[in-house]
C-alpha cells in the first residue's frame, strides 16, 4: 500500500513537509514504550476541500463506550491481524478499514500521503500511528453503527485556526493540553493534540488565548 504525495493540492504542501522533518517529540510528550508494550493502532487524519475550503474530518465517540467515550476524534482503532505488519503497511490499512467502519467513506477516494511518529495514549495503552491522507474523491460519509459512533462531521480547517474557536483544557488530573470549540464539539485530548501541533508546524497557527481554559468534567 504505497505512499503517495504526487498530485495533492498545493496547499497541503505545509503538511507534507511536516510528515516529512517532525519529530517525535515536536508532537508529544507521550511516547511508545520502548519496551514494545502498548496496543498497536492507527487513526485517519483526512484532509478534504469542502465549500468553505480545506477541512478534516472527524467524528464523535458513542457515550457508552468504555474508552474515550463521547469524544471527538480521527476515525481509527486497533490493528487487525489482517492489517498486517505494524512496523510496515499494518497502520495504513488500519487507518482506512476503520474509517470505512465507523463513517462509511470509500477508501478507493482516498490518497494516503504521510504518517507521523508514532504516539502513545497511557490511559488506554494504545500505540497510534497517524496517518495521514488527501479525500481525492469524497464520498458520503455518516453513523455506520450507533453503538459506536454518534456522529461524522467535517470541519473547516480556517475554524480550526480561527482564535476564538480555540482553548485550553483543564482535565480533573491537573492535565492541560490544547482544545477547539468547532461544530458545537469540544475537540480535545489526543485528537486536539495532533491538530494542534499540524496547525503549527504547517504555518497555519494563528495566536490565540492560551489563558482560556475549559474545565473537563471528572466523567472526561
Known sequence: MPLR??????WLDPVVTVVETVRPRQLSR????????????AVLVLFGEGEQGPELLLMERAGSL??????????GGALDP???????????????????????????????FGVLPKLYIPVSGFVVTPVL????????VGVVDPAETA????????DLTDPANRATTVHPSGH?????LVESA????????????????????????QDKQVPLDWRS
Do not use: C, N
Not at 468504555?66 to 476515525?75: D, K, L, T, V, W
Not at 480535545?188 to 497555519?204: P, Q
Open 5 to 10: 504525495k504526487h498530485g495533492l493540492p498545493g
Open 30 to 41: 507521550f511516547l511508545p514504550p520502548q519496551d514494545g508494550a502498548g496496543r498497536q493502532s
Open 66 to 75: 468504555r474508552s474515550h467515550a463521547g469524544q471527538p476524534s480521527f476515525p
Open 82 to 112: 489482517e492489517d498486517g505488519d505494524p512496523q510496515g503497511d499494518g497502520p495504513l490499512r488500519a487507518a482506512l478499514r476503520e474509517a470505512e467502519e465507523e463513517t462509511g467513506l470509500d477508501p478507493a477516494g482516498v490518497q494516503l
Open 133 to 140: 491522507g488527501w479525500w481525492r474523491e469524497p464520498s458520503p
Open 151 to 158: 456522529r461524522v462531521f467535517t470541519v473547516p480547517v480556517a
Open 176 to 180: 492541560q493540553g490544547p482544545a477547539f
Open 186 to 209: 469540544l475537540v480535545w485530548g489526543f485528537t486536539a493534540g495532533i491538530i494542534d501541533r499540524l496547525l503549527h508546524f504547517a504555518g497555519w497557527e494563528r495566536p490565540w488565548d
